[in-house]
């Protein structure tokens, strides 16, 4: 039973527009949500968080939006570069966070020139 | 270089064996957190350890163990390997226990043939 799905496994977009990465969760007791980052051959990087108490949190050229009564966030990229090509994770906790995070199968993004 | 060390990097072992993942968290790190990547699946959370003392479990198998020792570095056991063992392992250090935005390091590729 998946609990953080990332429905999307690949996402292609123009460089200089807007990426918007999806995540759909299905326990209602994760109260912290992260955007993780993944380039080949390395470990996840984290990105973002925001907590179930707001619903966006802005970073540079990275928004999270969290909509709690779908049980949906997302995760913008504005605008996007050739960097951001990745591997793009979401992640949710409860209780903490001390008892590891749950995390989506993730979202390639591909950045095209 | 994230200052998480995880060795070796890549692991070719037989169906029985048994191997041990090693991990140096970051300077000044107390938690340790082991996580599984299998394909196509998001990272499966195994197993905590705070300063050098379990702290929470996650989807680990029977056949798998892990531990902290006093210099806070971490190994993972796997024994009796499956084929389905085969996958990303990685670990991750944060300062405390509920600290979200932890550090990954690039993790053991284990492939069970």
């Known amino acids: 039973d998946q609990q953080v799905k990332q429905n999307s496994p690949s996402l292609s977009v123009q460089e200089g527009r807007i990426s918007i990465l999806n995540c759909d969760y299905t326990?209602?007791?994760?109260?912290?949500f992260l955007w993780y980052k993944k380039y080949p051959a390395e470990g996840p990087t984290f990105l973002i968080s925001i907590s179930s108490i707001k619903d966006k949190n802005e970073d540079g050229r990275f928004t999270v939006f969290l909509n709690k009564s779908a049980k949906h966030l997302s995760l913008h990229i504005v605008p996007s570069q050739p960097g951001d090509s990745a591997v793009y994770f979401c992640a949710a906790s409860s209780g903490g966070g001390a008892d590891g995070l749950t995390f989506g199968k993730g979202t390639h993004l591909i950045i095209q020139p | 270089d994230s200052g998480v060390t995880q060795t070796p990097k890549h692991l070719i072992t037989a169906t029985g064996q048994r191997v041990t993942l090693r991990c140096s968290p970051r300077s000044g790190d107390l938690s340790v957190y082991w996580y599984q990547q299998s394909l196509d699946q998001g990272l499966q959370f195994l197993i905590q350890?705070?300063?050098?003392?379990?702290?929470a479990k996650g989807n680990i198998l029977e056949r798998f163990s892990a531990q902290q020792f006093p210099d806070l570095h971490s190994e993972l056991n796997l024994s009796s390997l499956e084929l389905g063992d085969s996958a990303l392992y990685f670990c991750?250090?944060?300062?405390?226990?509920?600290?979200?935005?932890?550090?990954f390091g690039s993790g053991t590729r284990l492939t069970v043939v």
């Open positions: 326990n209602s007791m994760f109260d912290y």
């Open positions: 350890y705070y300063n050098g003392e379990e702290r």
């Open positions: 991750a250090s944060s300062v405390a226990g509920g600290d979200y935005g932890y550090t």
